[in-house]
């Protein structure tokens, strides 16, 4: 299946991104902030939050890191170069083993003028090798409005 013969748009908080349709999405709100959660399967997710306090990137995503510690034993970290939403973004990969399967994490987070945007995805390294072509579209394609 061609992944760009089944793109929609998620449109909201100023924030644009397409996703595929086979994948369900939702969005709620805690705290003032906005979380859009695009769920893959049982247990692989990608999901935006939408900062408005504008916490430093940096911070945001040791807090992350801080959380995959205190769960799961040896936490691997690995600093990544790229952007999102056409930033230039602080961004780290997550491993870890759980139940015997090797996880994987994306964190990447930048500023803007109105809010700090977190991006999170979370899957075995099974799931990432099926849906790692949708990630990395809905990703590529996120554009703060």
Known sequence: MNIEDCLNTWQGHGLKFEY????DVSHEADDGDTIVT???SDTCFWLIRILPA???PPQ???SCIDAYDEEYEEVESEKVD???????????????????LMNNVGLRSVRTMEFTLLLLWQGTHHEMA?????IDRMTQSIRVE
């Not at 790229?82 to 015997?100: H, I």
């Not at 099926?130 to 949708?134: D, I, L, T």
């Open 20 to 23: 595929p349709d086979i994948w």
């Open 38 to 40: 695009v769920t893959l």
């Open 54 to 56: 504008g916490p430093p």
């Open 60 to 62: 945001v995503v040791q």
């Open 82 to 100: 790229c952007s999102l939403a056409g930033l230039p973004a602080y961004a780290r990969n997550l491993s870890f083993f759980c139940l015997e």
């Open 130 to 134: 099926e849906f790692h072509e949708g």
